[in-house]
């Protein structure tokens, strides 16, 4: 059974960190791309960023480019969303989602988690 499950979520204050994890099981993370996705309330859901699974490419929108970075760890089936510099409008329930490459698109996406709620106070 394909799962992923996002942790790390949570309240913090403007200006400060939190680092998002995705762990995936039932399938192997290497052969795939993972992207991370946030939906804040009352707007559409949004790419954030995303890394390939063949050079590790990473990829970030232009809004959390040099806040965020996002890492995978293949051999712990884990991707990661470093947060920092948090901003009130990073506010968001955060998913993460599979996908053999790197796409904007999160039709293309395969398999995605419950999401996990990051709220930053200003």
């Known amino acids: 059974q394909v799962q992923l499950v996002e942790s790390g979520g949570g309240l913090v204050q403007a200006g400060g960190s939190l680092t998002l994890s995705c762990v995936l099981s039932g399938f192997t993370l290497e052969h795939y791309a993972v992207g991370w996705f946030r939906q804040a309330p009352g707007k559409e859901r949004e790419g954030v960023s995303c890394i390939s699974s063949s050079d590790g490419s990473t990829y970030y929108r232009g809004s959390v480019k040099g806040r965020f970075t996002i890492s995978r760890d293949n051999a712990k089936n884990t991707a990661y969303l470093q947060m920092n510099s948090l901003k009130h409008e990073d506010t968001a329930v955060y998913y993460c989602?599979?996908?053999?490459?790197?796409?904007?698109?999160?039709?293309?996406?395969?398999?995605w988690g419950q999401g996990t709620q990051v709220t930053v106070s200003s």
């Open positions: 989602a599979t996908h053999g490459w790197c796409t904007w698109e999160e039709d293309e996406y395969d398999y």
